[in-house]
């Protein structure tokens, strides 16, 4: 009978599952409502919702989501560990690394066993960064400054868990980074975000007329584009 009841406990949990990742839309729904409605009891269904939408494997999304669930498992550090252990168990393994990436950098010592025990199992290039990341301290989203395309994708994640306007002001300094392509990347995610996201629009107006002459332009090119895009009402 022990054969059959395990049997029957694993088609339960498939049958489970299954029903976890039934709506792909319930994942980005709840991201993007996060910061007006937080449900972190809803975490793991999005969570697997997002792996049947290809949330994770998207351009930029790793760092996106890194920074967005960093956020959110700062805000409830005692499910960290549970999550990562258990409620995860099922993702494909490059998806572990990501969550577990955004709970070490949310300073939690579960991410980092995670993180580190994954490596171990990792090949190639996956490996060595993963080490390398280890390496260092994590530090807090709302010291990493915008340097590049990736530190932008951790702040726009943070923003999405948060609705602060910090990681957005760290958007506007990168309008006027000298690194080459940096600030043109810059302005086209703001104006896009600014189109899709009111609270964006909001904080871009607030802040236009405190920033420096050359940030204002951009930001004022950026609402401009955002307003010529934005769907009609």
Request: hydrophobic share 45%; glycine share 8%; with cysteine.
């Amino acid at each position: 009978m022990k054969p059959l009841r395990i049997a029957l406990a694993m088609g339960l949990a498939l049958m489970a599952l299954n029903d976890l990742r039934a709506d792909g839309n319930f994942g980005r729904n709840w991201i993007s409502q996060f910061s007006q409605n937080p449900r972190p009891d809803d975490l793991v269904q999005a969570v697997y919702s997002l792996d049947r939408a290809g949330y994770f494997d998207g351009p930029g999304q790793p760092a996106t989501a890194i920074g967005f669930f960093s956020v959110v498992f700062k805000e409830s550090p005692s499910e960290v560990e549970g999550w990562l252990k258990d409620s995860f168990k099922f993702l494909p393994e490059q998806h572990r690394r990501i969550l577990a990436a955004a709970a070490w950098l949310a300073g939690s010592p579960a991410g980092a066993k995670q993180l580190r025990e994954l490596a171990d199992h990792a090949y190639g290039d996956a490996r060595g960064e993963v080490y390398q990341l280890l390496a260092t301290k994590p530090v807090p989203v709302s010291k990493i400054a915008v340097v590049s395309e990736g530190t932008m994708n951790v702040q726009w994640g943070a923003f999405l868990a948060s609705g602060d306007e910090a990681p957005i002001l760290k958007v506007f300094a990168a309008l006027g980074s000298n690194e080459p392509g940096l600030a043109t990347s810059a302005r086209f995610a703001l104006a896009q975000k600014a189109a899709e996201y009111p609270r964006v629009l909001q904080i871009c107006r607030e802040q236009l007329d405190r920033q420096p002459q050359a940030i204002r332009a951009e930001i004022q090119a950026a609402l401009n584009e955002a307003t010529a895009h934005k769907p009609a009402a």
